[in-house]
């Protein structure tokens, strides 16, 4: 929308003059600016000259069509909402569309109130892409400007320990005693600030999505009592006893590289914020054996329960006088728990002022590379005993982890599929009760997975629900979707529409 002129500008693109005049007329009272072109070409023109927010095109236009206009709109203007509409509405057609870059798809004849529907939520739709493109602009360029920093920072720094290291070594010859204790705290002061840079670097990288996983089988035990060999003279200077708890084998894949940060974050913090008394570190294996609980237990001050709620957030510690005496940028617990989540993993935190707290971070015994998750169960375990099978086509694997927890416990079982090839393939192997289905996936859209389900005789009849942030009912409806679910949803609204459709095939 042009800062200059609040009022939002239409483009109607029709061959019809009985539309143009219809939209012409109606639109203004509702507070926009409208402009009408006759053909494709006339439409073009007129974008290259004035900016539009949203255009209203018919397919079915004699020289350039609807797609091909579109196609050029979209490459001209970007930013622009395109809404198409044709009384010879087909499936194929709105697919095209809709990948062509169209917000939405209606159909002729069509009322002025629901036309004003589609247009009010369009102009949502592209303040929202606004919003969110501005936002990752700020976010990428904070990201780049850290990691950068943080970079530039640790080149002289590198020197500063390196050199500084090589004089308590006496490399350039003989060092005083006033002078030993004088570099000795140099080079302490030093790792504690490369300590704070690599933690903003960590945070820079977790934040833009950068943080690669490297995957290996190692024992947990030992890495436990090797995160305790490490800290234990750190512990000992306070007077502190520092114990490792662990079975003698416990094998899990993971990357252990990120585990043992996880550890040392955790027991690091602990042993800083604990005066008397100890620190423990433990790991268990979970009561089913798919997971691994690695927690951190000390003797120190605790924390008040109006704190728990944000001790995990960007830049936070306790309070002030906190901050003052242990120093520390705030971001190591943040940075623990965004480790536990690229993991797939969770931490909690248990606490008591003045007894102590433990944090417990609940890792996977065997962690799905991220490209490859698809948070199946087994496929030979879906469906037993005459369980349903939900199978869940998003390329997020967020939803499918929310998808396979909502179904815990409950009647169904769940089947999940980052890719359009997968979840076909997928379909015809399970033939599952209902198959969940995003729109806006890489190199195959919903859409066109839904094509594929419709056409396939043997995938026709199951019930598609489509899981999208883009609220297209109407056209879903059109194309043979069962149920429309809009994103953000909530597990009650998900069981309450599976178990609608399974009444339904009852009656059938």
């Not at 029709?14 to 639109?27: K, P, T």
């Not at 043992?260 to 054996?289: E, H, S």
Request: glycine share 8%; aromatic share 6%.
């Amino acid at each position: 929308m042009d800062n200059q002129n609040p009022q939002p500008a239409v483009l109607v693109i029709d061959d019809e003059a009985a539309i143009r005049d219809m939209l012409s007329r109606a639109l203004p009272r509702r507070g926009y600016q409208v402009d009408a072109a006759e053909s494709g070409e006339a439409a073009v023109a007129q974008a290259k000259a004035k900016e539009f927010d949203v255009a209203i095109c018919d397919v079915m236009m004699p020289g350039m069509d609807g797609v091909a206009t579109l196609k050029a709109l979209k490459g001209l203007r970007p930013g622009m909402e395109v809404v198409m509409s044709t009384g010879f509405a087909s499936l194929d057609s709105a697919i095209e569309s809709l990948k062509a870059g169209a917000y939405d798809y209606v159909s002729k004849p069509y009322t002025l109130d629901h036309i004003f529907g589609v247009l009010e939520k369009a102009l949502e739709h592209s303040r929202l892409k606004a919003k969110v493109s501005e936002l990752e602009t700020a976010n990428r360029l904070k990201s780049e400007f850290l990691a950068n920093m943080s970079h530039e920072l640790r080149t002289p720094l590198n020197a500063i320990l390196g050199y500084t290291s090589l004089m308590l070594e006496q490399v350039y010859g003989p060092v005083p005693k006033e002078q030993h204790d004088a570099l000795d705290r140099v080079l302490t002061n030093s790792q504690n600030l490369l300590a704070l840079i690599n933690n903003i670097l960590d945070f820079s990288k977790l934040n833009a999505g950068m943080m690669p996983v490297f995957l290996e089988e190692f024992d947990a035990g030992e890495l436990v009592r090797e995160v305790a060999r490490t800290l234990q003279c750190l512990a000992g200077q306070k007077g502190l006893a520092l114990a490792p708890e662990a079975p003698a084998s416990l094998r899990l894949r993971g990357d252990k590289t990120k585990v043992k940060q996880i550890l040392i974050n955790l027991a690091a913090n602990a042993v800083k914020f604990t005066q008397t008394g100890g620190v423990t570190l433990r790991a268990a294996a979970g009561p089913d054996g798919t997971d691994v609980a690695f927690s951190v237990s000390d003797t120190g001050p605790g924390i008040a329960p109006e704190h728990l709620a944000y001790i995990f957030e960007k830049f936070t510690q306790v309070d002030g006088s906190v901050t003052r005496t242990h120093g520390g940028t705030g971001l190591g617990l943040s940075i623990t728990k965004k480790l536990c989540e690229l993991l797939d993993g969770s931490i909690t935190v248990e606490s008591r002022v003045g007894e102590g707290s433990t944090f417990t971070a609940r890792l996977p015994a065997a962690v799905k590379p991220p490209d490859t998750d698809i948070l199946n169960r087994p496929a030979g375990a879906a469906g037993r005993g005459g369980r349903k099978v939900l199978l869940c086509i998003d390329d997020d694997p967020e939803v499918l982890r929310l998808l396979r927890d909502s179904l815990s416990g409950t009647e169904y079982d769940f089947c999940g599929a980052v890719s359009a090839e997968e979840g076909l393939a997928l379909a015809r192997q399970l033939k599952p009760f209902v198959i969940t289905l995003d729109i806006l996936m890489p190199r195959r859209d919903g859409w066109s997975v839904l094509q594929a389900l419709k056409s396939d005789p043997e995938l026709r009849a199951i019930p598609v629900f489509i899981l999208s942030i883009l609220e297209n009912r109407a056209l879903g409806f059109s194309l043979g979707v069962s149920d429309y679910i809009v994103k953000p949803f909530d597990r009650q609204t998900l069981l309450e529409k599976l178990r609608g459709q399974e009444r339904l095939l009852g009656r059938r």
